[in-house]
């Protein structure tokens, strides 16, 4: 299969829109999310967009995500590393292994980068830390 034909845009819009439903009743992202979201809608049309640029190559998404991130307060690891639990719980409802095991390498590559980038701008005397080497029992 293709890059462009790992998934259809409606695998995309279900993930996104299930993820963030996940997330919005997650007892620790949930509060982190409902306080920067201004726009639901908004945001999971950018994140749909985001996706799909990712899974599909369609370019629908220009943006800096890294920014919005960073300027996130008292963001840790473990806090990535639920969230990358929420993504794979939610790539279970998929019945298309290219599309999970894609989508799950990138959920891991945009975790760890954000993650790095976090950490880097937060305390940039210290070396970052691996999302590997981070605790998940914290949360």
Known sequence: MADAEICTEAEITT???????RVRQDNV????FEA????????LERMVRFWSSLLRRTGTYSGT???????LPDLEGPMFLRWLDLFGQTLTEFDNPPFVEQAQEFARR?????????????????PPMELANVSPGQY
């Open 110 to 126: 945009v975790a760890r980068s954000l993650w790095y980038g976090y950490q880097i701008s937060h305390q940039p005397d210290q």
């Open 29 to 32: 992202l949930g509060p982190i």
């Open 65 to 71: 995500p890294m920014p919005r991130h960073v300027a």
């Open 36 to 43: 920067h979201v201004a726009d639901w809608d908004e945001h």
């Open 15 to 21: 993930l996104v829109h299930h993820f963030y439903r």
